[in-house]
């Protein structure tokens, strides 16, 4: 390593003026530091008193505070008026209106937005809106700055609307008529016209034709071709209030006129007008007026005025399709090339030959010949309904291909937004674009991708059921390049940072399963999909392959497939060293329980979801109990009585051995929401159990019936010998007590038949407390009966509540119960004996 060198400083008087303008730098940069900084006085003229109510404050501020606290009571106008809207009326208002009149532009604008807030939020009547704020708004409506004028004009246009027609007839339409003279300013002018548009449709024709229309008139004459732009544009808006007849006979003749302004924005603005008035005019007025003005734009549009050609070509489609009815098939047959040559405008190549007589196009040229082919593209729809689908192949398809082609980013975004539409026309004939579809699939730019995929389940649903073919596998051999598009899509997403478009993608890669055969599904994508859950790093996207994981194995009907598939998802994700997977899992869990049945819910998963309340991480357990209420109800009574058993275990030992204070109070709030739940039940198998018990207690009451009589039998014949023999009284009591004793074995193993196996031995609770608080949240769940656990016994308690059942199954207690009467009456048997030989004895 080099040691380092230190020039010497130079102190000659020459870079002794440098270092001094060096420092000087340093001090101007700092100083809008210092200059931010508020002084104590300007603290201290900020301050305001706290104990003055909003009111008090408001006025004080708008009264002797500075320009940004008065800013900051206009900003809070709409919560004043909310509050207290009298005293605001009354005191806040009229000082706000004396300092618009000096205040400066943020103010203003702030004062505009405030006002419009107030309207929306219907604070005030209209009445009281009317009187209070109207005046103000129509103040400063004029005002000098444009940006101020039309954030003031915006909040009267919508006043307008709510108005009265009165009101908006003596306040606003009255005084329009001196505002809209040539003597006033050019802002006033272009205020009035606005404004007429809007109150067109707020009147009846006649007064519109006796007031309104000739400031119309007025106004289109204008000496400033911004007033006739602007005049122009309203023209729709009146012609919409006063009706077709009226509309031919003066709305169309101003057109006319106006489309042959010397200025080209009044020209744009005659021609957008005339395209969206169309269905107004009838076929006369289509063919004789508007048709010619129509054929002269497109025609100046090449050569003197490409100033329209932007316009021309984004309106093209519903000018074509409007007149459609009076061209001629030369007209549609021109009108057609139009298109093709707007179509490739600006383009290097065109129909496959170059062309070097081109001249270099400059930045903004060739800007604006993106645009026209864009709105081509948009445009394209509207022209297949132009030619017929059937001719599409042959006049369309050319084009379509160009399109999808672009070497622009903007025009193939277009197409894949209507490639939708396309393939919605062509219906039959979708098969004739399925290489654009691949293309576009495999596009490098990811926003085209993106505005493909937002349609791509329909579109492959269309190229699959209306195919060349029938079958649905031939079907697919008509794109044979569709897998690899799509597989070669989803990794360019991946490897991509817009992980919104991944998402996107995965999410409408689910419908697959109706496109392409499940083998295909599970070799080139179902995998894929699991893949993307072990290894991504965004939830979104994690959760999204997941949810289409599970829909492909929903469709997948092959046995050994589907149990490597869930036999994965339990090892990786359920059992996976990594308690992100493990999260991931209860997700998958999750949408298995959307979309699967039940019974396979609880067949395949429910145990592993289980095994999740031993999990080391907290956040798995509390996610985990966020899931039991639906768990839980993935179960039937009595099917899934020993997967019940296992729920309840869990709770107890989460209640019992939990040491997370937060999974704890989760676990609690879970409790009550599963003691609220009602478990389905299984009608079928709760009758086939119901029988198969009631079989069981027939036989027995049977065999006790046959074993009394029996028994009575022998014991009239003890009474007749118990005079020749006394020792065959002990005998008879000793043989008692061994059957009492075999009747109560018996008894005893009919109640441990309850008791799951499995579960014959389970542990306590460390503490009683614990112990004691889990039988009372489990009681809750019960609400049927409850076990308290012992070492070698376990007691029934019942809750008076619904009919569901905790620990014990309903069969289980009825063997229970059978068991005690059979107890009983063993007893009073023996009771019975022992009293009948007493009585024998005190008799001899």
């Given at each position: 390593?080099?040691?380092?060198?230190?020039?010497?400083?130079?102190?000659?008087?020459?870079?002794?003026?440098?270092?001094?303008?060096?420092?000087?730098?340093?001090?101007?940069?700092?100083?809008?530091?210092?200059?931010?900084?508020?002084?104590?006085?300007?603290?201290?003229?900020?301050?305001?008193?706290?104990?003055?109510?909003?009111?008090?404050?408001?006025?004080?501020?708008?009264?002797?505070?500075?320009?940004?606290?008065?800013?900051?009571?206009?900003?809070?106008?709409?919560?004043?008026?909310?509050?207290?809207?009298?005293?605001?009326?009354?005191?806040?208002?009229?000082?706000?209106?004396?300092?618009?009149?000096?205040?400066?532009?943020?103010?203003?604008?702030?004062?505009?937005?405030?006002?419009?807030?107030?309207?929306?939020?219907?604070?005030?009547?209209?009445?009281?809106?009317?009187?209070?704020?109207?005046?103000?708004?129509?103040?400063?409506?004029?005002?000098?700055?444009?940006?101020?004028?039309?954030?003031?004009?915006?909040?009267?246009?919508?006043?307008?609307?709510?108005?009265?027609?009165?009101?908006?007839?003596?306040?606003?339409?009255?005084?329009?008529?001196?505002?809209?003279?040539?003597?006033?300013?050019?802002?006033?002018?272009?205020?009035?016209?606005?404004?007429?548009?809007?109150?067109?449709?707020?009147?009846?024709?006649?007064?519109?034709?006796?007031?309104?229309?000739?400031?119309?008139?007025?106004?289109?004459?204008?000496?400033?071709?911004?007033?006739?732009?602007?005049?122009?544009?309203?023209?729709?808006?009146?012609?919409?209030?006063?009706?077709?007849?009226?509309?031919?006979?003066?709305?169309?003749?101003?057109?006319?006129?106006?489309?042959?302004?010397?200025?080209?924005?009044?020209?744009?603005?005659?021609?957008?007008?005339?395209?969206?008035?169309?269905?107004?005019?009838?076929?006369?007025?289509?063919?004789?007026?508007?048709?010619?003005?129509?054929?002269?734009?497109?025609?100046?549009?090449?050569?003197?005025?490409?100033?329209?050609?932007?316009?021309?070509?984004?309106?093209?489609?519903?000018?074509?399709?409007?007149?459609?009815?009076?061209?001629?098939?030369?007209?549609?047959?021109?009108?057609?090339?139009?298109?093709?040559?707007?179509?490739?405008?600006?383009?290097?190549?065109?129909?496959?030959?170059?062309?070097?007589?081109?001249?270099?196009?400059?930045?903004?040229?060739?800007?604006?010949?993106?645009?026209?082919?864009?709105?081509?593209?948009?445009?394209?729809?509207?022209?297949?309904?132009?030619?017929?689908?059937?001719?599409?192949?042959?006049?369309?398809?050319?084009?379509?291909?160009?399109?999808?082609?672009?070497?622009?980013?903007?025009?193939?975004?277009?197409?894949?937004?209507?490639?939708?539409?396309?393939?919605?026309?062509?219906?039959?004939?979708?098969?004739?674009?399925?290489?654009?579809?691949?293309?576009?699939?495999?596009?490098?730019?990811?926003?085209?991708?993106?505005?493909?995929?937002?349609?791509?389940?329909?579109?492959?649903?269309?190229?699959?059921?209306?195919?060349?073919?029938?079958?649905?596998?031939?079907?697919?051999?008509?794109?044979?390049?569709?897998?690899?598009?799509?597989?070669?899509?989803?990794?360019?997403?991946?490897?991509?940072?817009?992980?919104?478009?991944?998402?996107?993608?995965?999410?409408?890669?689910?419908?697959?399963?109706?496109?392409?055969?499940?083998?295909?599904?599970?070799?080139?994508?179902?995998?894929?999909?699991?893949?993307?859950?072990?290894?991504?790093?965004?939830?979104?996207?994690?959760?999204?392959?997941?949810?289409?994981?599970?829909?492909?194995?929903?469709?997948?009907?092959?046995?050994?497939?589907?149990?490597?598939?869930?036999?994965?998802?339990?090892?990786?994700?359920?059992?996976?060293?990594?308690?992100?997977?493990?999260?991931?899992?209860?997700?998958?869990?999750?949408?298995?329980?959307?979309?699967?049945?039940?019974?396979?819910?609880?067949?395949?998963?429910?145990?592993p979801v289980l095994e999740l309340?031993?999990?080391?991480?907290?956040?798995?357990?509390?996610?985990?109990?966020?899931?039991?209420?639906?768990?839980?109800?993935?179960?039937?009574?009595?099917?899934?009585?020993?997967?019940?058993?296992?729920?309840?275990?869990?709770?107890?030992?989460?209640?019992?051995?939990?040491?997370?204070?937060?999974?704890?109070?989760?676990?609690?709030?879970?409790?009550?929401?599963?003691?609220?739940?009602?478990?389905?039940?299984?009608?079928?198998?709760?009758?086939?159990?119901?029988?198969?018990?009631?079989?069981?207690?027939?036989?027995?009451?049977?065999?006790?019936?046959?074993?009394?009589?029996?028994?009575?039998?022998?014991?009239?014949?003890?009474?007749?010998?118990?005079?020749?023999?006394?020792?065959?009284?002990?005998?008879?009591?000793?043989?008692?007590?061994?059957?009492?004793?075999?009747?109560?074995?018996?008894?005893?193993?009919?109640?441990?038949?309850?008791?799951?196996?499995?579960?014959?031995?389970?542990d306590k609770c460390p503490n009683k407390s614990?112990?004691?608080?889990?039988?009372?949240?489990?009681?809750?769940?019960?609400?049927?009966?409850?076990?308290?656990?012992?070492?070698?016994?376990?007691?029934?308690?019942?809750?008076?509540?619904?009919?569901?059942?905790?620990?014990?199954?309903?069969?289980?207690?009825?063997?229970?119960?059978?068991?005690?009467?059979?107890?009983?009456?063993?007893?009073?048997?023996?009771?019975?004996?022992?009293?009948?030989?007493?009585?024998?004895?005190?008799?001899?």
């Open positions: 390593m080099r040691p380092l060198t230190f020039s010497k400083m130079d102190f000659s008087q020459s870079n002794l003026f440098g270092y001094i303008e060096d420092l000087q730098e340093l001090t101007i940069i700092e100083r809008p530091v210092r200059r931010s900084l508020k002084t104590p006085e300007e603290i201290e003229r900020l301050t305001v008193d706290e104990e003055l109510s909003d009111i008090e404050r408001a006025v004080y501020l708008l009264s002797s505070g500075q320009d940004i606290q008065g800013t900051s009571v206009v900003a809070n106008l709409p919560v004043l008026m909310r509050q207290n809207p009298a005293e605001t009326l009354r005191r806040v208002l009229p000082k706000i209106r004396e300092v618009l009149h000096v205040a400066g532009v943020e103010m203003q604008l702030t004062a505009a937005v405030s006002f419009l807030t107030v309207l929306q939020e219907e604070s005030v009547s209209i009445h009281t809106y009317s009187h209070s704020f109207l005046h103000i708004i129509l103040q400063n409506l004029e005002h000098r700055d444009a940006g101020v004028s039309n954030a003031w004009l915006e909040t009267l246009l919508a006043v307008i609307e709510a108005l009265p027609k009165e009101t908006v007839r003596h306040e606003i339409l009255n005084p329009l008529v001196s505002k809209a003279q040539l003597a006033q300013t050019l802002q006033s002018r272009l205020v009035s016209c606005k404004i007429m548009g809007k109150v067109a449709n707020k009147f009846e024709a006649h007064i519109i034709k006796r007031e309104v229309l000739p400031l119309v008139k007025s106004l289109c004459q204008d000496v400033e071709y911004e007033v006739r732009t602007c005049m122009c544009r309203q023209l729709e808006h009146i012609a919409r209030g006063i009706g077709t007849e009226l509309t031919k006979t003066v709305v169309l003749p101003e057109l006319v006129e106006l489309a042959r302004d010397e200025g080209s924005s009044v020209r744009l603005a005659a021609f957008e007008t005339l395209v969206n008035l169309l269905d107004m005019f009838d076929a006369d007025d289509r063919s004789q007026t508007v048709l010619p003005l129509v054929k002269s734009f497109c025609e100046k549009s090449f050569k003197a005025d490409e100033s329209i050609l932007v316009s021309l070509s984004f309106h093209l489609g519903k000018l074509c399709n409007g007149l459609y009815g009076i061209f001629t098939p030369e007209q549609h047959l021109r009108f057609l090339e139009f298109y093709k040559k707007l179509s490739t405008l600006g383009l290097q190549q065109e129909n496959g030959h170059n062309d070097n007589q081109l001249q270099l196009q400059t930045l903004e040229q060739e800007k604006k010949y993106i645009s026209v082919r864009k709105n081509c593209a948009y445009n394209f729809p509207a022209m297949i309904v132009f030619v017929d689908p059937k001719n599409f192949h042959l006049e369309l398809y050319s084009i379509f291909f160009c399109l999808c082609h672009d070497p622009e980013v903007p025009v193939r975004y277009t197409m894949a937004i209507s490639f939708f539409e396309v393939a919605k026309l062509l219906n039959s004939d979708v098969y004739t674009i399925h290489k654009e579809l691949v293309t576009l699939l495999q596009d490098e730019s990811l926003e085209v991708l993106d505005a493909l995929v937002g349609h791509l389940p329909e579109i492959l649903e269309l190229m699959a059921n209306r195919g060349e073919n029938n079958g649905s596998e031939s079907k697919l051999l008509s794109i044979p390049d569709l897998i690899p598009a799509l597989t070669t899509a989803e990794q360019r997403a991946a490897t991509s940072l817009k992980w919104r478009t991944h998402e996107k993608l995965l999410q409408k890669y689910a419908c697959l399963p109706h496109i392409i055969s499940s083998d295909q599904i599970y070799y080139r994508f179902l995998h894929r999909m699991l893949t993307i859950i072990l290894t991504n790093n965004v939830l979104p996207v994690q959760k999204a392959a997941a949810r289409t994981l599970c829909i492909y194995l929903r469709y997948n009907r092959k046995q050994e497939q589907r149990h490597e598939v869930i036999q994965k998802l339990i090892e990786q994700l359920g059992q996976g060293k990594s308690y992100w997977n493990r999260l991931r899992f209860l997700d998958t869990c999750e949408f298995i329980m959307e979309l699967f049945s039940k019974s396979f819910f609880c067949k395949y998963f429910f145990l309340t031993h999990d080391p991480v907290a956040n798995v357990r509390m996610k985990l109990c966020y899931l039991l209420p639906k768990v839980k109800s993935t179960l039937k009574i009595p099917t899934d009585k020993h997967l019940l058993q296992q729920l309840e275990l869990c709770i107890r030992k989460l209640l019992c051995q939990e040491k997370d204070k937060d999974v704890l109070s989760i676990v609690k709030r879970t409790v009550l929401e599963l003691d609220r739940m009602e478990i389905s039940v299984d009608a079928e198998q709760l009758e086939k159990e119901k029988q198969q018990t009631e079989g069981r207690s027939t036989n027995i009451n049977d065999k006790m019936f046959e074993k009394k009589r029996r028994d009575s039998k022998a014991s009239s014949v003890l009474a007749k010998s118990i005079n020749l023999s006394i020792p065959g009284s002990s005998s008879g009591t000793s043989a008692g007590k061994e059957e009492k004793k075999s009747k109560l074995v018996r008894s005893q193993s009919f109640s441990t038949q309850a008791l799951h196996p499995k579960y014959s031995n389970i614990s112990a004691t608080g889990y039988t009372s949240s489990v009681s809750g769940m019960g609400k049927s009966c409850m076990l308290s656990f012992s070492d070698d016994s376990f007691r029934t308690h019942s809750t008076g509540s619904s009919g569901n059942a905790a620990f014990l199954p309903s069969s289980s207690s009825r063997n229970l119960f059978n068991s005690a009467d059979q107890k009983n009456n063993g007893n009073k048997e023996s009771q019975s004996r022992r009293m009948s030989i007493k009585n024998r004895k005190s008799n001899s």
